[in-house]
C-alpha cells in the first residue's frame, strides 16, 4: 500500500506542481496575508440653476438630446480631474496618500510602492489610478466616484476630499466663463464710454470756436427776431404811404422813413446772421450736426454696451454650475475585495486548464513517437 500511494504520488507530480499547490498558495495568501479593501462610494451630479428638472419632449429638445446636455460637458471635466496628477497632486501634500496607501499592517503585495519597488510620483500615480476611479452612470446621469483603502475611515476621508476639490474645480471654471465674457461686455463699455467722451469734448471746442451753444435754435430765433421786424417795417411803411397822401409836407415824415431804414437794416442784419456770409449760422450748421450726430451715436452705442453687460452678468449667472451631493461618502462597515474565493476558484480553473493542455500535448508527442 504505501509503494502504491509513493507511485501514486510520483505519477501526479505535475498535477500537484501545476494545479494543487498554485492553487494552495494563492488560498494561503487570500486566507492569510491579503488585506481587507473597503470601497467608499459617493454620487453626484452637475447642475445650473435655470436648469429644469423636467422638460416638455418637444423635436427641439429631442435634437437637442444629441449633444452633451447642460452640465454633462462639465461633468467629464470633473471626471478627468479626479483621474488626474493635479488631483493627486493637491491630496498628497506632505505625502498624505503615499502615506495612506504604505502603512504598515498592509501585505506588501497590496500596498504602496510595492514588492522590490521604488517609491515616486510615477509609481503613486499609477497606484492612485488602481484605487480612485470616477466615471458617469448614462443610465441615472450621475457620477459615481469609488475610493478603495485599507481602512473605512481613509475611504471616507479621501472621497471627501475628491467631491471638495471637484467643487473647487466647478467653481474655477465658472470664475473663468465669467470672466471672459463679463471683460469683453466691461471693454466693449469702456470704449463707448471713452467715444461719448471725445464726442461731448469735440461738441464743446466746436461751440466755443464758433460761438455757438444750438444753431437750430438761435437761427430759428434770428428768423423769428426778422419777421417780427418786417411785420413792423410793414406798418410803420404803411403810415409814412398814408401820411405822404394825406399831408405830404408834414414834418415827421423823415423821421418815418427814417425808421423804415432802419428796421430794413435790422432785418438785413438778422437775416445776415442766418444767412449769406460765410460766419452765418447756416454755413455752421454741417460741421454742428455731424458732431452732435456723433455724440448722439456714441451715448446710443453706450447704452447698448451697457445693456449687453447686464445682460453678460445675468447669463453668466444662469449658466453657473455647481455640484450637487447626490449620494455622500459612506463609511464602510465591511471590506469590499478582495473576492477570495472567486480569485482562488480562478487560480484553481486557469491551473487546470494549463494542465490540461500541457497533458494533451504531451500524449500527442507520445502517440507519434517512434517506438524504438
Known amino acids: ?191 463707448a464710454e471713452a467715444r461719448v467722451q471725445r464726442a461731448r469734448a469735440a461738441l464743446g471746442a466746436y461751440r466755443n470756436s464758433e460761438a455757438l451753444i444750438d444753431p437750430a435754435r438761435q437761427a430759428q430765433g434770428a428768423l423769428e427776431v426778422a419777421n417780427r421786424l418786417v411785420a413792423e417795417q410793414a406798418s410803420v411803411q404803411a403810415q409814412l404811404d398814408q401820411m405822404r397822401e394825406v399831408t405830404p409836407r408834414n414834418p415827421a415824415l423823415p423821421a418815418l422813413e427814417e425808421r423804415v431804414a432802419a428796421i430794413g437794416r435790422a432785418i438785413a442784419a438778422q437775416n445776415g446772421r442766418v444767412t449769406g456770409t460765410s460766419g452765418g449760422i447756416a454755413s455752421k450748421m454741417a460741421g454742428y450736426e455731424r458732431l452732435a450726430q456723433e455724440q448722439d451715436f456714441a451715448a446710443q452705442n453706450l447704452n447698448v454696451a451697457n445693456a449687453a453687460l447686464e445682460q453678460a452678468r445675468v447669463e453668466t449667472l444662469r449658466q453657473q454650475y455647481y455640484l450637487e451631493r447626490v449620494v455622500d461618502p459612506a463609511l464602510p462597515d465591511e471590506p469590499a475585495l478582495p473576492h477570495r474565493l472567486k480569485i482562488v476558484l480562478t487560480v484553481l480553473g486557469a491551473s487546470l486548464c494549463l494542465y490540461f493542455v500541457a497533458w494533451m500535448f504531451v500524449v500527442g508527442i507520445l502517440e507519434h513517437a517512434p517506438e524504438d
Do not use: C
Open 1 to 191: 500500500m504505501t509503494i502504491f500511494s509513493t507511485q501514486w504520488l510520483w505519477r501526479q507530480r505535475w498535477f500537484a506542481a501545476v494545479v494543487i499547490l498554485p492553487t494552495a498558495a494563492a488560498g494561503a495568501y487570500e486566507g492569510l496575508v491579503a488585506s481587507d479593501i473597503y470601497v467608499s462610494e459617493s454620487r453626484f451630479v452637475i447642475k445650473a440653476p435655470a436648469q429644469k428638472s423636467a422638460q416638455v419632449s418637444t423635436l427641439a429638445n429631442l435634437i437637442q438630446t444629441t449633444g452633451l446636455s447642460g452640465g454633462q460637458e462639465q461633468a467629464n471635466e470633473v471626471i478627468d480631474y479626479i483621474r488626474s496628477r493635479s488631483a493627486l497632486a493637491a491630496l498628497n501634500r506632505g505625502g498624505a496618500v503615499a502615506a495612506m496607501y504604505g502603512r504598515a499592517g498592509v501585505d506588501a503585495l497590496a500596498r504602496y510602492p510595492g514588492v522590490l519597488r521604488r517609491p515616486g510620483h510615477e509609481r503613486l500615480f499609477r497606484y492612485y489610478s488602481t484605487m480612485v476611479d470616477a466615471a458617469m452612470d448614462h443610465e441615472t446621469g450621475l457620477v459615481v466616484l469609488k475610493v478603495k483603502a485599507f481602512a473605512p475611515a481613509d475611504a471616507q476621508h479621501l472621497n471627501q476630499q475628491l467631491l471638495g476639490l471637484g467643487e473647487d474645480l466647478v467653481n474655477v471654471l465658472n470664475a473663468r466663463a465669467e470672466g471672459k465674457q463679463v471683460a469683453e461686455a466691461e471693454r466693449r463699455v469702456a470704449a
